[in-house]
């Protein structure tokens, strides 16, 4: 079968980056002095394999909870005669002023700085390092880097101790020394979101030499000054700019501009009005224009050809049949043109091969590509969209709107409006619908993410959208290369102190299915983690309640907790350490006609009573007596009267001589077991989910107590009989399948003589039921 698409296998560079930040000692450093990571003095690494382990480290950082910060990280690469950085990409708030200082030996070529609010004025001198040889320079979102840290400007410090200061610089003053003097190779730059205390005009002026430029959101009082670069800019980037005429007018001189963005995030933010003159100014003097974004802004008078005017036929990116006047005098489509959040994305006629708008799925897709990284706000807006679609409509492009909301959720782990969106989108993509278009490595992702988002955020609807998505996988199999995690999480969630008992709901399901087939280690990881306790104390919280409920975060906890102790002894005695046998006898007086409870808590009985260690604290005249009366329930067919007997049947194996009780007297117990036993149907079809035989196997070779070799009997009858495919849990090869079918079912005839032989009222199973019963 063809691999499905994004299935491909991780490269080898991949793989082995990504095993040696895991192992860095084992690998390519050592303990030092004073427990220093310190590099393998035998060890040279190259620009390739040094840019891809800091940035594959920054990514793992960012994105993966498991993975920690390594102290003095940023030291391994402080020697250029060991190691050489040339390409390096740093995010968020794990990034400190001591990490720049510790590469400032390096020759870099590109250093990208993003939303990395924890650099002081410290590292503008570190910066300075890099003038001989930066060529790309980006500082979005870093408002505080042009800041000292207390009350005077901090030195490039000459130590090698790595800044172990965790809070956010706090803003004193401004750094008014700092200019980019001397970077004369730099071509390259972003300063979004620069201070506007900052002066932009003095900062810029030593560069003369600069082909693309972002000024995103950036104050710009006297806008001539960017006339110094009309020969030479390419790109100019002025989102979120106030724009006037004045700019509008110094930007079309710029006749090298390939790109173009004068965007906002929305209308009502700006005076600023579109004209349809203005928009004719850009296309006719800008003749190199490939790329152009003018969303969110307000068209003053009409640019649309009217609809009963537009050429006929199919949408056409010819430039001559455009809907929009000004861009019929284009030479050629434009690779790109943004009019998200602009009514021109409405039109037919579009003259660009690639569109940002909410017309449609590809111009909402195209919108999220091109915002995610600078502005979740648009993204934002745009998942939003794609929300909408994947719900209501269908989304045709499933893997690229997965890849991208994926991308989203990574890239703004911390934005919660990109993550409540971006969650209640993975939720409608991840269904059963598109599932079947859904590799591995793909719905992986997609889990990883959605961890990622309930550990950052408690908030109600982001726990709610994650836990929801978790439900469109197939549980526990998709979910155990996370089982720790996702256990832990969803622990988190029942706390005691959480109230949002919708939430509860899901998660005890989640928890109730993660703990359904899986090896007995990892009910009892879940069991140490607290599982047990969880479960008993929301029971006991629903019991106390002035009105006692018994609804589906009763029942889903009784189950899960049923699935957690099954073969499991440990799991078993926290149960009855945390008076979990009161918590069943008050369950069976508040709600004495809930079927499916009594058989989910006699099912976590049975599991108890498999234990011989445990069963002597049943054996008391108040279990026995609540145990032998059940035996008569009709409740869920015969489930409560066979999960009670099966609770018996082991307890009575132990012999009389355990039996320490005058009532109810043992012969009593054991007599309307046998008449219980006679009274099901053996053809019955129950609830079961056995994961082995055992339990049942063990009470067949004695002779101590019969009815528990006749409940064993009848139990394996009837699981191989009625139940032929549970056989299937074990995968098997057909033939050895067939083999244990034959076997078992022998052994229930071979029980059923010998104990129709040692006692005329041992009847098993009538003749007329065994004959009809095909192998």
């Known amino acids: 079968m063809a691999a499905k698409a994004g299935d491909n296998p991780d490269s080898l560079m991949a793989l082995c980056t990504d095993f040696c930040l895991r192992n860095l000692r084992r690998t390519m450093c050592y303990l030092g002095d004073r427990n220093k990571l310190t590099l393998r003095p035998d060890v040279f690494l190259p620009s390739e394999i040094c840019d891809k382990l800091v940035n594959a480290y920054m990514e793992m950082v960012h994105t993966e909870s498991s993975f920690e910060q390594q102290d003095g990280f940023f030291q391994l690469f402080s020697d250029p005669r060991s190691t050489r950085l040339t390409r390096v990409q740093l995010r968020e708030d794990f990034v400190r002023d001591a990490d720049l200082e510790a590469i400032r030996k390096q020759d870099l070529i590109e250093l990208h700085l993003t939303y990395c609010n924890s650099l002081s004025a410290r590292s503008l001198r570190a910066l300075n390092s890099f003038c001989q040889t930066l060529v790309s320079l980006s500082l979005f979102g870093c408002n505080n880097i042009f800041y000292m840290r207390g009350g005077a400007p901090l030195a490039c410090a ?25 970077f004369n190779r730099l071509r390259l730059l972003n300063l979004g979101g620069l201070p506007e205390e900052v002066d932009v005009e003095a900062l810029l002026k030593p560069l003369p030499a600069l082909t693309s430029l972002d000024l995103s959101s950036v104050h710009i009082p006297r806008p001539s000054f960017l006339a110094q670069w009309k020969e030479r800019l390419a790109s100019l980037v002025l989102y979120n700019v106030d724009l006037t005429e004045e700019m509008l007018n110094t930007v079309v001189l710029m006749s090298q501009l390939r790109h173009l963005d004068i965007s906002r995030e929305n209308q009502r933010s700006s005076k600023f009005k579109m004209t349809r003159k203005m ?107 794609l929300f909408d679609i994947a719900r209501i409509q269908h989304c045709s492009q499933l893997l690229r709107a997965l890849q991208l909301v994926i991308a989203a959720l990574k890239c703004h782990k911390y934005d919660k409006s990109v993550q409540v969106t971006g969650s209640a989108a993975l939720f409608y993509l991840t269904n059963t619908d598109y599932r079947s278009d859904q590799s591995v490595r793909l719905r992986r992702q997609v889990i990883q993410v959605v961890l990622n988002g309930m550990e950052q955020y408690q908030e109600v609807t982001v726990q709610r959208n994650c836990c929801l998505t978790l439900c469109n996988f197939s549980i526990p199999e998709e979910l155990e290369f996370q089982y720790h995690r996702v256990n832990q999480l969803l622990l988190k969630i029942l706390e005691p102190a959480r109230q949002d008992e919708s939430i509860q709901r899901i998660a005890v399901h989640l928890c109730n299915a993660l703990v359904c087939q899986v090896d007995n280690d990892h009910k009892e990881a879940v069991g140490k983690m607290g599982f047990v306790k969880v479960s008993l104390y929301l029971i006991k919280k629903k019991k106390k309640h002035f009105c006692p409920q018994c609804d589906q975060v009763m029942e889903f906890s009784w189950s899960a907790l049923w699935n957690i102790t099954d073969e499991t002894p440990d799991n078993c005695q926290m149960f009855l350490n945390c008076r979990g046998m009161s918590l069943f006898l008050e369950c069976l007086q508040e709600f004495p006609d809930k079927q499916e409870l009594h058989r989910n808590m006699l099912g976590l009985l049975g599991n108890v009573a498999e234990v011989k260690a445990l069963r002597p604290q049943l054996l008391t005249p108040q279990f026995i007596t609540v145990f032998s009366n059940l035996l008569d329930s009709k409740a869920d067919g015969i489930e409560v009267s066979y999960n009670a007997c099966g609770v018996l049947s082991h307890i009575m194996f132990d012999g009389p001589d355990v039996w320490a009780m005058d009532e109810p007297r043992r012969d009593d117990v054991m007599e309307k077991m046998w008449d219980a036993i006679q009274s099901w149907d053996v053809s019955s079809r129950r609830n079961i989910n056995y994961r082995s035989f055992e339990p049942i196997l063990r009470l067949l070779p004695q002779s101590i107590a019969p009815v528990s070799q006749h409940w064993a009997t009848w139990a394996l009858f009837n699981l191989v009989s009625v139940y032929r495919e549970c056989l299937n849990y074990f995968k098997l090869p057909g033939h050895l399948l067939f083999l244990c079918n034959l076997l078992v079912l022998i052994i229930c005839f071979i029980i059923k003589d010998w104990i129709m032989k040692n006692s005329s009222k041992w009847f098993l199973l009538s003749p007329n039921s065994l004959s009809h019963e095909k192998m």
Do not use: W
């Open 279 to 385: 928009l004719t100014g850009i296309v006719r003097n800008l003749v190199h224009l490939v790329s152009l974004d003018i969303s969110g802004h307000i068209m003053l008078d009409n640019c649309t050809v009217p609809h009963l005017d537009e050429a006929m036929g199919r949408p056409s990116t010819e430039p001559c049949k455009s809907s929009i006047y000004p861009f019929q005098e284009l030479k050629r489509p434009l690779q790109f043109l943004g009019l998200y959040n602009t009514t021109l994305c409405n039109v037919t006629h579009i003259p660009a091969y690639k569109v940002t708008g909410s017309k449609n799925e590809d111009q909402v897709l195209n919108a999220i590509e091109a915002y995610t990284e600078y502005r979740p706000e648009l993204a934002h807006r745009a998942i939003n969209q």
């Open 158 to 182: 000459e130590s090698d101790e790595y800044d172990e200061v965790d809070e956010r610089p706090t803003r004193f003053a401004l750094d008014s020394d700092f200019t980019f003097q001397g």
